[in-house]
C-alpha cells in the first residue's frame, strides 16, 4: 500500500503497480493508479480501511509521523521512501526493486532515470536566484536540503535561503525582498498577480522583469518522482529564455 503520491507513481515507474492493494486520495498519477482502492485522506487517516485490506507493508514519507506510528503501534510493517535529492530518485527505484522482487526492472528504470538527467540542459552563466514560495501566509520557501532545493539547483538556479536551517523555514517578508530574487515560482495566477501588482515587491527584480511564473504542474515540482525531469526541463527553459533575452538586448 502507498500512502504517498511520489511513492505510488515510483511504484508504477518499476513496473510494481500490480502489488499496490490501496492508495490515498492524492495518489491520481498515472491515471490507472485511481482504479486501486482509495483509503482517503491522512487528515485524518481512516486506519479501520487502511487495516482492512491487510498490506504487507506500507509506502509512506518521512513526514507523517503520528500516522506511521500509529500504524505500526497496530502491527503494520511501515517503508520510509522519501528522496532529499533528486538522484536519490533513482536509489529509491533500487530499493523498491529490491522489497517488491523487481530488481531486474528498477534496475533499468532507475539507470534511464540517471542517463536522462545527464541530458538535461541547465547551462547557465550564474544560476539565477529564485524565490519557491511553498506557501504564503505564513511564507515558507524550500530549506537548502530539501528535494525542491536541489530541483531548483540543477535547472540552473539558485534557491535563496541556502544558509536557512529547516526543511521548510518560515520567512518575513523583508528578509525575501533583502535577497533580491530574480524569478518567483508560484503555485497559481491567483499568486502571480499578487506579486505583480504588490507594491511590497515591486522592487524585487523578478516583478521587474515580469519573471513571476507560474508553475505548470505542481506536483511535478513537490512530488520526488519519475516527471522530476519535466520539472526541471521546464525550469532550465525558463532561465534559458531569460538569459538569452538578455543577450540580446546587450548586443
Keep these: 500500500m502507498s500512502l504517498a503520491p511520489s511513492n505510488t507513481e515510483l511504484m508504477f515507474a518499476i513496473g510494481a503497480e500490480d502489488l499496490l492493494v490501496g492508495r490515498t486520495s492524492r ?8 482504479s486501486i482502492t482509495n ?3 491522512l487528515f485524518p487517516a481512516n486506519y479501520e480501511k487502511i487495516i482492512s485490506l491487510r498490506p504487507d507493508l506500507v509506502l509512506m514519507i518521512d513526514g507523517d509521523l503520528k500516522v506511521k ?22 536509489s529509491s ?19 534511464s532515470f540517471l542517463n536522462a538527467l545527464k541530458t538535461l540542459d541547465n547551462s547557465q552563466t550564474r544560476p539565477r536566484r529564485i524565490l519557491y514560495e511553498v506557501w504564503n501566509q505564513p511564507l515558507i520557501i524550500p530549506g537548502p536540503k530539501t528535494f525542491l532545493a536541489d530541483l531548483i539547483r540543477l535547472s540552473g538556479g539558485l534557491p535563496i535561503g541556502g544558509q ?33 501588482n504588490s507594491p511590497i515587491w515591486r522592487e524585487t527584480s523578478a ?9 505548470p504542474n505542481e506536483d511535478i515540482f513537490t ?23 538578455k543577450m540580446r538586448t546587450h548586443e
Design 27 to 34: 495518489c491520481n498519477y498515472p491515471s490507472q493508479a485511481e
Design 39 to 41: 483509503v482517503g485522506s
Design 69 to 90: 506510528q500509529r500504524l505500526e503501534s497496530l502491527g503494520i510493517k511501515i517503508v520510509v521512501i522519501h528522496p532529499k535529492t533528486v538522484r536519490e530518485i533513482a
Design 93 to 111: 527505484m533500487r530499493f523498491l526493486g529490491q522489497i517488491t522482487n523487481r530488481g531486474k526492472q528498477a534496475d533499468d528504470r532507475s539507470q
Design 164 to 196: 536557512l536551517s529547516g526543511s521548510w523555514p518560515q520567512v518575513d517578508l523583508e528578509w525575501a525582498m533583502s535577497q533580491n530574487p530574480e524569478f518567483i515560482l508560484v503555485r497559481n495566477a491567483e499568486r502571480k498577480t499578487y506579486f505583480l
Design 207 to 215: 516583478v521587474k522583469k515580469n519573471q513571476v511564473l507560474v508553475l
Design 223 to 245: 512530488r520526488p518522482g519519475p516527471r522530476v525531469h519535466t520539472a526541471i526541463n521546464w525550469l532550465s527553459h525558463k532561465l534559458n529564455t531569460s538569459q538569452t533575452q
